[in-house]
C-alpha cells in the first residue's frame, strides 16, 4: 500500500489511488447512493408529464383559449362495436353506462353517438382530474368496467387508457445481456466482463431515482427514464471498457496491477473525462431550441452521461483493486495466445497503402444513406401507431372505420372577432375536409378526409392558415393534434441552425484545444454530421416509407434533434479515442504512418467492441413497442454501426494518411491564445 500512497500523475491518478486504498468504502458509498436514491424513488412515486406546448404558435394559442373556457379534467373514450348494430344492444351497454358514471373520479359519461351504419359508437366519459392526477388503481377500474358491455366489442383511448396501455418492452435486458456477450468474447472472462457492466447499471439506477423524484418538481418527459437507460447503459459499458482496456494494456506492459489502475485513469480517464463533456455539451445544445418539452429531457440524459463518468473514474478503480489478481492471471494468460492489434495493423498498412479508395467507399455508403433524409416529414405519434392489437390502437381503427379516417384528428379552428356561422359555411366547401360541426361557442370542429398521420392533412392546415381562412373578415387561429406537429417542426427548423452552431462549434473548439490542430476538428465535425445524416435517412426510409415491414408515418418531431445531440456526441467519444491514441503515438515518434497504424491498433478492438454493443443497446429498442423508442432505437443503432465500422475503421485512418504530419498543424498566433489540456499525461 505503500506505493499506492505516494501516487503520481495527474488528478485522475491520484483519485485511482483514493480508490484503491479506500476500495470498500468506495463500492460501499456508490451502493448506499443507488439502494438510498432507489428507495426515495419508489416512496415518492414518478410524476413524468410530457410537455410539447410551443408558446406563441398558434396551435398553442388554441389550446391556451380552449383551456380558459372549458372544465379541467381528462377524458376518454368508450369505443363500441356491434356487427348486428349496437341498436340491438342497448341494454348492457347502458348498464355498462351507468357503472362507470358511478366509478371514482368520473364527471360524466355520454350517450353512444352511432355511426352512418350503426355498427360501431363511442361515449365520451370525463374525469375531474386531469390524467397524470388519478390515480392509476382508479383508471384500472375503469377500463375494467367500460369493457362489461356483454356481447358488444369494447376499445377504449385517451389519455388515461395510455397509461395503463403502454407496457414497456425487453429492450433494456435484451441490451445489456447482449453487451455481457461481446463482453465476454472480448476479455475471455466473466468477471472482467462484468465490471464494465456493474459500473453502467450502478451508475444508470442511481441517475434513474434522481430523475423520478426530481419528476415532481420539474416537467419531465415520460420517455425520459427509458431513453436515458437507452444512453446511459451504451456510454456506461463504452467508458468502463475503454479505462478497462488501457489497464490491460498497462499490465501487459510490466506494470503492476495498482500502478496499471492509475496509469489507465491517467490516460483512458482523460479521455472518458473529455468524451463525456462532449456529449454533455451536445445535449444540453437543445436548450438553445428553447423547446420546454426537451429540456427536461436533456437534462436527465446530460445527468446520466455525468453519472457515468463518475462511475467510471470512481467505482471502477476500486472494483480492479478488488478483483485485480484474479484479473491480471486471466490478462496474462489471454495474451499468451495471441498477438494484440495484428489484424488491426494489417488493416491500418492497407489503408494507407490506397487510401483513396476507403475514402472513396465511406463517403459513398454515409452519403447515399443520407440522401432519404431531406424527406423526412415530421409529426407526432398518435393512437393510430400503437402496437397492433392494444386496446387505444382497436379504438382508433373503429373511430376511423365509423366516422371516417380523419375524425380521429379534428381541427379546431377558433375566433374571437369572426363570425361562426360564415367560418362553418367556408369549411364545408373546402377541398379536404369531410365535416364541419355546428359552431361551439368561438370554436368549429372540422374533421379532414384523410388521417392525422397523412401528409394531405398537414398541407390541409397549411392552406387553411395561408389561403383559406384570410378570405374571411375577423382573425382565426387552427389548433389541433396535427396544426401542433406543423407549429413544433417549424419551430425546430427555424431554431436548428442556432443549436447546430453551438453544439458543433464548442465540440470543434474542445478537439482544437485537446489535439493542437484545426483540421482535426473540421474533419470530426464534417464525419459527425455524415453519420447523423446517414441515420436519420435509414430511420426515414424505416419509418417514414415503411421499408421492412414497418407502419408508414411521420417521424416524432424531436426525435432527430434528440438523435443529432447524442448521436453528435458519442460520435466524438470514439474520435477521442482513437484520434488520442494516434496522438501519443505522434508526440512520443514524430512518424505520422506509424501514428495511424498504432492508433488504430490499439483503439481498434475496443472500438468495434464498444460500437457492437451500443448497437445491440440500442437495436434492443425497435423490441420497444413504442414507435418513438424504437424510432431513437434505430437512429442511435444505425449511427454507432456506421461510425464505428466506416468512419472509425476505414475513413479517419485514410484522411489521416492524407493529411499526413499537416493534420497536427496549429498556427503559432493561436496556439498562443488557447488554453493547455493533454489526453496524454
Not at 358488444?152 to 447482449?178: N, T
Not at 448497437?615 to 461510425?643: C, H, I, K, N, T
Amino acid at each position: 500500500m505503500d506505493t499506492i500512497t505516494r501516487t503520481t500523475g495527474g488528478g485522475l491518478a491520484r483519485l485511482a489511488g483514493w480508490a484503491q486504498r479506500h476500495r470498500w468504502l468506495a463500492v460501499a458509498l456508490w451502493a448506499l447512493v443507488l439502494i438510498g436514491v432507489t428507495a426515495t424513488s419508489q416512496l415518492a412515486g414518478s410524476a413524468f408529464h410530457d410537455d410539447n406546448s410551443l408558446p406563441g404558435t398558434e396551435s398553442q394559442q388554441v389550446v391556451d383559449l380552449l383551456d380558459r373556457t372549458a372544465q379541467s379534467g381528462a377524458s376518454a373514450q368508450i369505443v363500441l362495436k356491434a356487427d348486428g348494430g349496437l341498436a340491438a344492444n342497448r341494454a348492457p351497454i347502458d348498464v355498462m353506462l351507468g357503472e362507470v358514471r358511478s366509478l371514482p373520479h368520473v364527471r360524466s359519461a355520454t350517450e353512444p353517438t352511432l355511426s352512418p351504419d350503426g355498427r360501431i359508437g363511442y361515449a365520451t366519459v370525463t374525469f375531474d382530474a386531469a390524467s397524470t392526477d388519478l390515480p392509476y388503481d382508479d383508471i384500472v377500474k375503469f377500463a375494467d368496467t367500460a369493457k362489461r358491455a356483454g356481447p358488444v366489442e369494447v376499445a377504449l383511448a385517451g389519455d388515461p387508457v395510455e397509461r395503463i396501455s403502454g407496457g414497456g418492452g425487453p429492450a433494456e435486458g435484451v441490451g445489456l445481456l447482449a453487451a455481457l456477450v461481446i463482453l465476454v468474447f472480448l476479455f475471455r472472462s466473466l468477471l472482467a466482463a462484468g465490471l464494465p457492466v456493474i459500473t453502467a447499471v450502478f451508475a444508470v439506477g442511481s441517475t434513474l431515482g434522481v430523475i423520478t423524484v426530481v419528476s415532481h418538481f420539474v416537467d419531465i418527459a415520460s420517455y425520459t427514464a427509458p431513453l436515458m437507460m437507452l444512453v446511459g447503459f451504451g456510454v456506461g459499458v463504452d467508458y468502463a471498457l475503454l479505462i478497462f482496456s488501457r489497464y490491460r494494456s498497462e499490465i501487459l506492459a510490466g506494470h503492476d496491477r495498482d500502478a496499471a489502475a492509475r496509469r489507465a485513469l491517467d490516460t483512458a480517464g482523460r479521455s472518458v473525462l473529455f468524451a463525456g463533456t462532449t456529449v454533455i455539451i451536445a445535449l444540453l445544445g437543445l436548450l438553445a431550441l428553447g423547446l420546454g418539452g426537451l429540456r427536461g429531457v436533456a437534462l436527465s440524459v446530460a445527468l446520466t452521461v455525468l453519472m457515468t463518468m463518475l462511475a467510471s473514474v470512481t467505482l471502477l478503480p476500486a472494483l480492479l483493486s478488488l478483483f485485480g489478481k484474479r484479473l491480471e492471471h486471466g490478462i496474462r494468460r489471454q495474451a499468451l495466445r495471441r498477438e494484440h492489434g495484428r489484424a488491426w495493423r494489417r488493416l491500418a498498412d492497407g489503408v494507407q497503402r490506397r487510401p483513396l479508395t476507403p475514402l472513396a467507399i465511406g463517403l459513398i455508403v454515409l452519403i447515399g444513406l443520407s440522401i432519404p433524409a431531406a424527406g423526412m416529414r415530421l409529426g407526432f405519434a398518435d393512437a393510430g401507431t400503437d402496437p397492433a392489437g392494444s386496446t387505444t390502437r382497436q379504438a382508433y381503427d373503429w373511430l376511423a372505420d365509423g366516422f371516417g379516417p380523419g375524425f380521429t384528428g379534428p381541427l379546431a379552428i377558433v375566433t374571437e372577432d369572426g363570425d361562426t356561422g360564415a367560418l362553418q359555411q367556408k369549411l364545408t366547401t373546402t377541398p379536404g375536409i369531410a365535416r364541419v360541426l355546428p359552431p361551439m361557442g368561438r370554436t368549429v370542429l372540422a374533421f379532414p378526409t384523410t388521417s392525422p398521420q397523412d401528409a394531405a392533412t398537414a398541407e390541409l392546415v397549411t392552406r387553411l392558415r395561408t389561403d383559406v381562412l384570410p378570405t374571411l373578415p375577423g382573425h382565426y387561429l387552427v389548433g389541433g393534434s396535427v396544426a401542433a406537429a406543423t407549429d413544433f417542426a417549424d419551430a425546430v427548423a427555424a431554431r436548428l441552425p442556432l443549436f447546430v452552431l453551438v453544439v458543433v462549434g464548442l465540440s470543434a473548439l474542445l478537439l482544437m484545444v485537446v489535439f493542437r490542430s484545426v483540421l482535426i476538428p473540421l474533419k470530426a465535425a464534417l464525419l459527425n454530421l455524415l453519420s447523423i445524416g446517414a441515420s436519420l435517412g435509414v430511420m426515414t426510409l424505416v419509418f417514414g416509407d415503411g421499408w421492412f415491414g414497418a407502419q408508414p408515418g411521420p417521424i416524432e418531431a424531436f426525435v432527430p434533434v434528440m438523435i443529432f445531440a447524442i448521436v453528435f456526441g458519442l460520435s466524438m467519444d470514439y474520435e477521442v479515442f482513437l484520434v488520442s491514441r494516434m496522438h501519443e503515438e505522434w508526440r512520443r515518434t514524430g512518424n505520422a504512418r506509424l501514428a495511424v497504424r498504432e492508433g488504430l491498433a490499439s483503439t481498434g478492438a475496443v472500438i468495434t467492441a464498444a460500437g457492437a454493443i451500443m448497437v445491440l443497446v440500442f437495436g434492443a429498442f425497435l423490441l420497444d413497442p413504442s414507435r418513438m423508442l424504437a424510432q431513437f432505437g434505430l437512429g442511435l443503432a444505425v449511427a454507432v454501426l456506421l461510425d464505428a465500422l466506416v468512419i472509425r475503421c476505414l475513413v479517419v485512418p485514410a484522411i489521416m494518411r492524407l493529411l499526413g504530419a499537416r493534420a497536427w498543424w496549429l498556427p503559432r498566433w493561436l496556439d498562443r491564445r488557447l488554453p493547455h489540456f493533454a489526453l496524454e499525461p
